[in-house]
């Protein structure tokens, strides 16, 4: 059974870099992830999905299945106990297909059997009747073309989010421009490529109820998800976080979870389910690809004067979060520029094509690659240099976004830009193959070999936004063990990689004054957390943590009958001046002292739906980087030399986890740069696997230079700014930029692949 | 699915007989992926990692004999002296972990287009040493690969050693892929030298249904260059030579590449690597 993740640490607080309690275990492979999950007399859970993009179920027959040795059950969307749709948005997507797929991969019948071998051949045995429909697969074709069909009755549009602000085609405002740029971009579908399979473990318990130990990125929506579904009360649905192997947003959605829970039900055993890997690539949903046009227009001083958009995001075959990856690319949609004219259209579509929705940058990604694309265009015109003209627009403190949103919190941007520019550029290099672009390929010694400098520069707003409930619950308990004053911190926030563990003990070592600090693992017995997304945990939960440890400080200094403004430190209480008033010990005796706090930032608004007005956003996050490449431009393929980043995060919470993050990001912008793309032709995938899904390896992620900032947003939990997206964002156009350099091609599409940077794509 | 252990070279050999449908495994770095994706379920594995004739190399005067279960570690660290050319293209292989597990003869025996050691091994003219409880034959690598992943083993045979030529002059390989470490190639060239015989030897993969050589290409340049006087490759000797290498393939469009870029790559290698060995040549 799965052992529960604790902290027991014992020194380092806000600020410090203590060693996360899951290292050590993940680095020697003990780290007990979802997909170890064991009960003894367990059964296999195991998933038909339809091989076709779009089709008519016309009949199912799961009888040669349930005659197979080992076989104890077989079920179908008749199988369901509750509702029959679930979603994270809108309940739209079947729990098991019902009369008709709407993408490849989709779940149509589910197994459950001694043994996975016997699970698999029940699977291959089970009779699906398809009437192969055409698959709906061009986005664009399908939302502005009258005559296309629909994926789900009545329409193609999951949202349309204007952003009207001053007017882009008055003729008196084009007059202003000495340059106008006009271009399409395109971004493919990037997978979140986590390495642990979705996977979970479910025990029917003898309430009637079900226990569920699963991978997931927001344990209380999931909740909220599966309960009805299964036609149970949510206290009898009780969920704990099992060790998670990577999310960045594809564990938003459920994948296995109502799954392997209508298994156990209906068996009555334990059932753990793990998805294969190539399973894995049609179980969760990826990032959205997107069309873009974008029209800049500059007057000749470099101030931009117009920005005209149209994004087109693919949201496949279910709505999962694309409405609120359309906010965002319409909201952020002209980047953290300072624009009088602005006209931007942002949809989401529905296609058969991979299901997308959260991946780490959610929307304000692929408008980055455009807008950022756009401001280096528009600076070549005006022979300017690039990150001279981001300073000219750059947005500060007080600027007003297209939405009408005023930035209340510091943004440096053109600091930042000062910042990067005074970084040195890395030093010539003694020739070495593993620097060449193709490393030990040996497909150069130098021959073709020429360097680009880019730069990029991204906005991503942090929480989530547009009027939505956001806040964060933290159980807090202080009492003496073995001697010692001792916390237990309790919330259901996922840790999923991020470091969001480490950092909870820090926040009640500071605030409560003490080294031993454990952290109970992450279940349903405590409040909401909401999901690692958004860059929101250190904000939400971590505010939440701060609370709920101040809350039982304040109930510590009444017992100890000390001045309301007395602290805890060092064990002891202490009054502002620094007299010790008592020890903790003395004032605790056997009480244990426990508190539960909510937290939750300030209220925001929905965008107009016609104008996109609005205070939408909660905090704003900016990273800027420059890119270094070499590439060989006789074979197009490209190494990254060097990426340096500024990034401001208000507090520097844990310099190791924040580093990891900055370099994580910007790896993953790297490879949303050069080289991850699920490829799909007709609504099916070519290439499910981690041989033909390429990700970065040591030999392509180069070193970084750092530089991070403190400028505090007076808003937010000890002035922090969230930083796991912002890198993401302006890592890929910084390294778009410098192949452009070292090429001189336009180069309109990510993931840039050797065929585009030598003409030979297929025709 | 069973799973069969020989202790020894003449037990493996008599159960390949008895079940000519039991799979070889060494490394297993291509044999459990398959298996691993159910793409494959042999009715038997045939662990060959126990049998100690497999395990060694050893040296005659005009060739290198590699025993099947020699790893690409051990032929980077053991062989990169006096086969460079297989070094080369063993340290392309995967990731360290897949090189430690891999052998040369598990590369053989997938006989994937796209292995990364058959380019090389066609241009040294190496050839496979199979053997059944019939009998032991060596098969030039050239006649080795039939078709995608077909071999001319025989059902009973297994690969016991592949026989690579101590070839006197230098010898290139290079690879194309989308990243700069672990991938599969999207095409591979390899080059060798025969300075005796004054004769380049050639081998192209992944950009045909089996590894070939590039005869006409080896053909011409082999007349072209200036091998007495070891003055420079004559202009447009080189272009011609990557020309004639590209005509060779017949690459397809897949998720790794398009054909047109296979044929343009390999055109660019041919003449890079052409140019490092003959520099290599002259300063020899």
């Known amino acids: 059974m799965t052992k529960p993740l ?78 029959k749709f679930y979603g994270i948005d809108q309940r739209d997507q079947p729990v098991l297909a019902i009369d008709e797929v709407r993408y490849q991969g989709e779940p149509v019948a589910l197994v459950a059997a001694d043994h996975p071998e016997a699970a698999r051949r029940a699977l291959n045995s089970i009779e699906v009747h398809y009437e192969v429909l055409e698959p709906i697969f061009d986005a664009h074709k399908a939302l502005f073309d009258p005559t296309s069909e629909h994926v789900h009755p009545g329409t193609n549009l999951v949202r349309h989010q204007p952003v009207r602000q001053g007017d882009p085609d008055d003729p008196a405002v084009r007059a202003q421009c000495a340059v106008v740029i006009a271009r399409d971009y395109e971004v493919g579908i990037q997978d979140q490529a986590f390495l642990g399979p979705e996977s979970g473990l479910a025990i029917p318990s003898e309430d009637g109820g079900i226990e569920l130990y699963v991978a997931t990125q927001w344990l209380h929506n999931d909740l909220a998800q599966i309960a009805p579904c299964l036609r149970l009360p949510q206290e009898k649905v009780r969920m704990t976080m099992a060790g998670v192997g990577g999310a960045f947003g594809g564990r938003e959605d459920l994948s296995m979870q109502i799954h392997v829970a209508m298994l156990a039900l209906h068996t009555g055993k334990p059932v753990k389910m793990v998805y294969h890997r190539e399973e894995s690539f049609f ?92 401001m280096d265009a528009v600076a070549e015109a005006l022979g300017m240099s690039p990150w001279r003209l981001r300073q000219i627009n750059a947005v500060s403190e007080g600027s007003t ?80 063990i073995g001697g010692e004053p001792a916390a237990l911190v309790h919330t259901a926030a996922a840790e999923v990689g991020q470091g969001l563990v480490t950092l909870k003990a820090q926040i009640a070592r500071t605030e409560l004054g003490i080294e031993r600090v454990t952290i109970a693992p992450a279940d349903s017995r405590v409040g ?92 704003f996050a900016l990273c800027v980087h420059r890119a270094v490449v070499d590439v060989d431009v006789e074979l197009g393929l490209v190494r990254v030399v060097e990426l340096a980043a500024v990034q401001d995060v208000g507090k520097i919470m844990n310099l190791l986890s924040l580093e990891g993050q900055i370099h994580g990001g910007t790896a993953q912008g790297l490879g949303l740069a050069v080289m991850e793309e699920i490829q799909v032709a007709n609504g099916k995938v070519l290439n499910p696997s981690f041989t033909d899904y390429l990700i970065p390896t040591i030999l392509d992620m180069p070193p970084m230079r750092l530089k991070i900032l403190e400028n505090a947003d007076p808003h937010a939990p000890y002035g922090l700014r969230g930083a796991g997206e912002p890198p993401t964002l302006s890592s890929t156009p910084a390294i778009v930029a410098a192949i452009r350099q070292a090429t001189g091609l336009a180069l309109k599409r990510v993931p840039i692949r050797p065929e585009h940077l030598t003409g030979t794509l297929a025709s | ?142 006649e080795f690969y039939v078709g995608v992943k077909r071999h001319s083993l025989a059902p009973d045979e297994l690969i016991r050693a592949v026989h690579v030529p101590l070839s006197p002059g230098p010898q290139q390989f290079s690879k194309i892929g989308t990243r700069n470490a672990m991938v599969i190639a999207v095409c591979s060239f390899a080059l060798a030298l025969d300075v005796p015989a004054r004769r380049v030897g050639t081998g192209i993969g992944s950009a045909a249904p ?74 020899a």
């Open chain 2, 210 to 283: 089996t590894p070939r050589r590039a005869v006409a290409a080896e053909d011409y340049v082999s007349g072209a260059l200036p091998w007495e006087s070891r003055d420079p490759i004559p202009d447009g000797v080189g272009a011609r030579f990557g020309e004639l290498v590209a005509q060779t393939a017949s690459p397809i469009d897949d998720v790794r590449g398009s054909a047109a870029y296979r044929r343009h790559a390999l055109a660019v290698l041919a003449r890079r690597n052409l140019a490092w060995a003959w520099k290599e040549y002259q300063c």
């Open chain 1, 401 to 480: 976004l297209p939405t009408g949103q005023v930035i209340d919190s510091p943004v440096p941007l053109s600091e930042m830009l000062d910042d990067l520019v005074a970084m040195p550029l890395p030093p010539s290099e003694e020739f070495d193959l593993r620097r060449m672009p193709g490393g030990v390929s040996n497909t150069t010694h130098g021959e073709g070999v020429r360097r680009g400098v880019g730069y990029g520069v991204g906005i991503k707003n942090i929480c989530f936004s547009e009027g939505f409930d956001d806040y964060s619950t933290a159980r807090v308990r202080l009492e003496m």
């Open chain 1, 283 to 374: 179980g969760h949903v990826h990032r959205h690809p997107a069309v873009m046009h974008y029209e800049h227009g500059a007057s000749a001083d470099g101030k931009l004067v117009f920005v005209k958009a149209q994004i087109a995001l693919d949201g496949g075959g279910f709505a999962s979060t694309t409405p609120a990856v359309v906010a965002n690319a319409a909201s952020l949609g002209v980047g953290p520029y300072e624009v009088p004219h602005v006209k931007i259209d942002a949809y989401g579509a529905y296609t058969n094509n991979p299901p997308c929705g959260a991946m780490r940058g959610f929307g304000a990604v692929q408008a980055c690659f455009a807008y950022e694309s756009q």
């Open chain 2, 1 to 142: 699915m069973d799973f069969l252990r020989p202790q020894t070279w003449p037990e493996a050999l008599a159960r390949k007989a008895e079940r000519p449908a039991a799979v070889p495994i060494a490394g297993g770095t291509d044999v459990m992926v398959e298996v691993n994706f159910d793409r494959r379920r042999p009715e038997a594995l045939l662990d060959l990692t126990r049998i100690p004739e497999l395990t060694g190399w050893e040296r005659d005067e005009r060739a290198i004999r590699i025993g099947a279960n020699v790893t690409y570690t051990r032929v980077i660290e053991e062989l990169g002296a006096e086969l460079p050319g297989l070094a080369m293209a063993s340290r392309t292989v995967g990731s360290p972990q897949i090189r430690n597990r891999g052998t040369i003869a598990g590369n053989l025996g997938a006989a994937s287009p796209a292995g990364d050691a058959h380019p090389i091994l066609l241009a040294l003219g190496a050839s496979v040493e199979a053997e059944s409880v019939r009998g032991t034959r060596l098969i030039p690598a050239v």
């Open chain 1, 6 to 83: 604790t902290s027991t640490s014992r020194a380092g607080g806000v600020g410090e870099s203590p060693v996360r309690p899951d290292g050590p275990l993940k680095v020697k492979g003990e780290f007990a992830y979802s997909s170890d999950l064991w009960i003894d007399g367990m059964l296999w859970g195991a998933t038909l999905r339809s091989p076709h993009p779009r089709a008519r179920i016309t009949g199912v027959d799961i009888g040669p299945a349930l005659a197979i040795a080992g076989v104890r059950a077989v079920l179908t969307h008749a199988d369901v106990p509750g509702d």
């Open chain 1, 528 to 619: 909401n957390a909401g999901s690692s997304s958004a860059s929101r945990q250190s904000y939400m939960t971590g505010g939440a943590v701060k609370e709920a440890c101040a809350a039982v400080r304040q109930r510590v200094i009444e017992l100890a009958g000390a001045p309301a403004d007395a602290q805890l430190v060092g064990g002891k209480v202490v009054t502002a001046l620094g007299e010790v008033v008592a020890q903790l010990a003395d004032v605790l005796g056997d009480t244990a002292i426990e508190e539960t706090r909510e937290y939750r930032h300030r209220p925001t608004e929905r965008m107009n739906p016609l104008t996109g007005q609005g205070n939408s956003h909660v905090q």
